[in-house]
């Protein structure tokens, strides 16, 4: 079984600063993608960052500039420090990590983290 555990959600002022931390834990192979999700109230999930395990960075554009996705492969973690926080930034923040369970095959599956919730006030 895989886990995925989020630290570092909270409550925030406009312009404020968080650091979002995953750890991923349990059997498996490797990891290849990490990344960043959010959902709000209302709306779907969607992607805030992802990072390849090779380094390689993809952020929203509502976030770019703002927000930075780093990884340490040895450690099995991703983190999101995120700056000049908006109010629209307000949302559970899930991580994601694309894992491969044994060294043959080639399958990687999706695992999700339980949430953190971030929220900006004005």
């Known amino acids: 079984q895989v886990h995925l555990v989020e630290s570092g959600g909270g409550l925030v002022q406009a312009g404020g600063s968080l650091r979002l931390s995953c750890a991923a834990s349990?059997?498996?192979?490797?990891?290849?993608?990490m990344g960043w999700y959010r959902q709000a109230p209302g709306k779907q999930r969607e992607l805030v960052a992802k990072?390849?395990?090779?380094?390689?960075?993809n952020l929203a554009d509502s976030v770019k500039g703002r927000c930075t996705i780093s990884r340490d492969n040895a450690k099995n973690t991703v983190s999101l420090q995120m700056s000049s926080l908006k109010p629209e930034d307000t949302a559970v923040y899930y991580c994601?990590?694309?894992?491969?369970?044994?060294?043959?095959?080639?399958?990687?599956?999706?695992?999700w983290g339980q949430g953190t919730q971030v929220t900006v006030s004005s």
């Open positions: 990072i390849t395990r090779n380094g390689n960075t």
């Open positions: 349990g059997s498996f192979f490797s990891i290849n993608n």
């Open positions: 994601n990590a694309d894992v491969k369970l044994a060294s043959y095959g080639i399958t990687y599956l999706p695992y």
